[in-house]
């Protein structure tokens, strides 16, 4: 039987793309994908505020309230990043990487890219699993070494400790969604 043991953040749809105000692309000379993901998106703009959103290409972007409350709940391994045009609003990351357990989740790889070593898209997220989970601890969040979605959609899951996800609920975040991670 599977226990929850963390929570995968979402946000619900900001209508917006992240990418559309990205600088500098880095992408593969031969078919094009995304090599990397910037995180600094100078003309960024919000269509709908919300504690916790998402645009249509992987981005999370959190309010100052969400900050906050992390903060409050004494959270660590996330990054953010605030957005210049969008006071208050900032793009979320994390500082330490998981292994996902692809194999358990049954995650698919579509369309293997030799030229990049990379996938055109990758299904299979949720609910997550880790391959290392003793590794995660109450405090901390960290994000996922396998980027889901397709095309420059394609983003890592955050994860979060249950206690905080937990607290984050009790804040009533608008916006927020939180899915599980089983052991």
Known sequence: MSVRIAYVLYGHD???YGLESAIDLRRCSH??????RPFFLPNFQLKKKRDVSATYDGYTVVSQRFVDTWRECCGEGLVF????????????????????????????????????????????????????????NDLEAVKT?????????????????????????????SGLDLSDVLA
């Open 14 to 16: 900001n209508d917006s």
């Open 81 to 136: 990043t605030e957005l210049p045009t969008e006071n208050g609003y900032f793009l979320v990351d994390a500082d330490r990487i998981v292994e996902f357990d692809a194999k358990r989740r049954k995650t698919r790889f579509e369309k293997h890219k030799s030229c990049c070593n990379r996938y055109s898209a990758v299904a299979g997220a949720t609910p997550a699993f880790l391959k290392h989970p003793e590794t995660l």
């Open 145 to 173: 070494d396998i980027h889901f979605g397709g095309g420059d959609a394609k983003h890592p899951l955050i994860i979060i400790p249950m206690k905080i996800g937990d607290s984050m609920k009790k804040a009533k975040l």
């Open 31 to 36: 078919c094009g994908e995304l090599l990397e």
